[in-house]
C-alpha cells in the first residue's frame, strides 16, 4: 500500500513537472525559437531526420500519439500541415522547436527531481520521463528538417520571412 501511495505521489510529480514545463514553453515569445540555433540543428547523424524512419519507422506510428493541442484549440496544431504558405511552415518549423525543447525540459527537470530519491523510484521517474517524452523529441527531429526542404523547395529563404509577419497562433493563456 505504502509503495502504491509512493508511486502516485511521484506520478503526480512528474505530471506537475510537465504542466509546469509545457506553460512556459507557451509563454515563451516565438521569437525566442530558431531552427538554426545549435540545439535545434539536425546532426549529421541524423541524416535530415531520415535515421527516424529508417530505424524506428516514426512515420507509421507519429500520428497515433496525442498532440496538446487535440486538448488545448489555441495552441498551433502540429498534427498536420493545414496550409503551404511560407510563413506557416516557417511558423511550424519554429513550433517543432518549442516542442522539442519542452520535451527536452521535462526529461531534464525529470532526472533532476529523480536525484534526491532512491535508484528503484529515480530509475522509474527516468524511464517514465524518456518513454513518455522522447517519441515526441524524435518526431520533431524528424518533421522539421523535411518542413525546412519544402520551404527551400518553393525558393524561399528563411531570412524574408520575420516573425512580425506571422499569424500569433498562441494566444495568452
Known amino acids: 500500500m505504502m509503495h502504491s501511495l509512493l508511486l502516485i505521489h511521484h506520478l503526480v510529480v512528474f505530471l ?19 531552427y538554426d540555433n545549435w540545439f535545434f540543428r539536425g546532426w549529421g547523424w541524423e541524416k535530415n531526420g531520415q535515421i527516424y524512419q529508417d ?3 516514426v ?3 507519429k500520428n497515433r500519439l496525442p498532440e496538446l493541442s487535440d486538448f488545448l484549440s489555441f495552441l498551433f496544431t502540429k498534427r498536420q ?17 518549442r516542442a522539442e525543447l519542452v520535451h527536452w525540459s521535462i526529461i531534464i527537470c ?11 523510484v529515480s530509475i522509474v521517474i527516468i524511464v517514465i520521463a524518456v518513454a513518455l517524452n522522447l517519441p515526441y523529441i ?19 529563404t528563411i531570412k524574408q520571412v520575420t516573425i512580425n509577419d506571422l499569424t500569433t497562433i498562441h494566444k495568452d493563456v
Do not use: D
Not at 524524435?138 to 526542404?149: A, D, E, G, S, V
Open 16 to 34: 506537475i513537472i510537465s504542466i509546469v514545463n509545457t506553460i512556459i514553453s507557451i509563454k515563451l515569445p516565438i521569437s525566442f525559437f530558431h
Open 55 to 57: 530505424y524506428i519507422g
Open 59 to 61: 512515420k507509421k506510428w
Open 81 to 97: 500541415m493545414k496550409q503551404s504558405g511560407s510563413e506557416y511552415l516557417y511558423r511550424f518549423v519554429l513550433e517543432t522547436c
Open 110 to 120: 525529470s532526472f533532476i527531481y529523480a536525484q534526491r530519491h532512491y535508484a528503484n
Open 138 to 156: 524524435i518526431i520533431q527531429r524528424y518533421n522539421r528538417p523535411r518542413i525546412l526542404r519544402l520551404l527551400v523547395n518553393k525558393k524561399t
